[in-house]
């Protein structure tokens, strides 16, 4: 168990950096062999950093100029809570839908458990309801 939240919570801004510098080899290596994804809609949780892989690379096909915006930070014992901006432009295929060329704009609301200098664990509630608004057929809804 890690309880320096310090060195926590700079260890979430440079997961998120390397996100966003496309550097997926270079996120995976900040998380533990058997890292847990809790994530929305699955029936149990996710193991292992290949798992995180893949939908970090989902996302980035689907939004390759991906810019996250950390914009509330708090540690706390072995814990990191944040609440993170995501902005980008549907240029890739995402969750079956083809590029839109659409500017989005989401949220997610992300809770990090920490071991040693790793992230172990994670539970993130992006707002996926309006990701894929952004992104559907039909007329831009953005204001």
Request: net charge negative.
């Amino acid at each position: 168990m890690s309880m320096n939240p310090e060195k926590n919570m700079a260890l979430m801004r440079t997961a998120y950096q390397a996100m966003q510098s496309r550097d997926v080899d270079a996120g995976a290596e900040l998380l533990t062999d058997d890292f847990i994804a809790n994530v929305p809609g699955a029936p149990d949780p996710l193991i292992g950093r290949e798992v995180w892989k893949l939908g970090t690379r989902a996302m980035l096909e689907g939004f390759p100029d991906l810019r996250i915006e950390v914009e509330d930070i708090f540690g706390a014992d072995d814990r990191v809570a944040v609440r993170v901006h995501f902005r980008g432009t549907h240029q890739g295929a995402f969750q079956g839908i083809e590029a839109t060329q659409r500017q989005v704009s989401f949220r997610s609301i992300e809770l990090y458990r920490f071991e040693g200098d790793k992230i172990a664990e994670e539970w993130v509630a992006p707002d996926m309801s309006s990701l894929m608004q952004q992104i559907s057929a039909g007329p831009d809804h953005r204001g």
